[in-house]
């Protein structure tokens, strides 16, 4: 026996269906994020093609880790590394897992001359406060250029609006980060 919908409930069912279809996937845990609206579930992330280059190579080099690999909206790559792996409480000095993904950094921006990279450091709570967040960015941003990035690439230290050290890298050549 077949049953037949009413043409009214098929068409609904249709719309439905092409609804669906247009709307973005739901995000995978630990997947990048990729920029919201019609074109950036069209086109995907709005990261210029050195910086994309290197949000894909970095998610590959550390999946599997707490590590957060990401385009934002605004076309910058956002690397934020959880500070339990960056640094000891109340210490300013890059831990191991934090310098394997910097090491990973550095190899990705050595030459990408466009490049400008923000370092964000964390604090611990309501232990030390901005001096702390400010020193643990310096370090973050000395051991990249002990890694061989011109300190001219760096547009800024501050404190972590988040858990862990955040880095934001824009592409200068863009119009996008010419804006900011």
Known sequence: MSVR?????????????????????????????????????????????????????????????????????????RVEVPLKYAFDPGRSVVKPPLAAVLNEVAAGLKPHAQAEVRVS????????????????????????????????RFGGLGRASGEGVELLIADRGTPSAAAR
């Open 5 to 77: 919908l009413p043409a009214l409930a098929t068409a609904a069912l249709c719309a439905a269906l092409l609804a669906a279809c247009g709307s973005a996937p739901p995000a995978k845990p630990g997947a990048p994020s990729e920029s919201p609206g019609v074109l950036g579930r069209i086109f995907g992330p709005s990261l210029a093609p050195p910086l994309e280059a290197q949000r894909k190579r970095l998610a590959d080099a550390l999946r599997g880790t707490p590590v957060t690999v990401e385009g934002t909206e605004d076309g910058r790559l």
């Open 121 to 152: 450091g964390p604090a611990d709570g309501a232990k030390g406060g901005a001096m702390l967040a400010q020193d643990r960015a310096a370090s973050t941003r000395d051991y990249l250029v002990a890694r061989g990035v011109p300190p001219t």
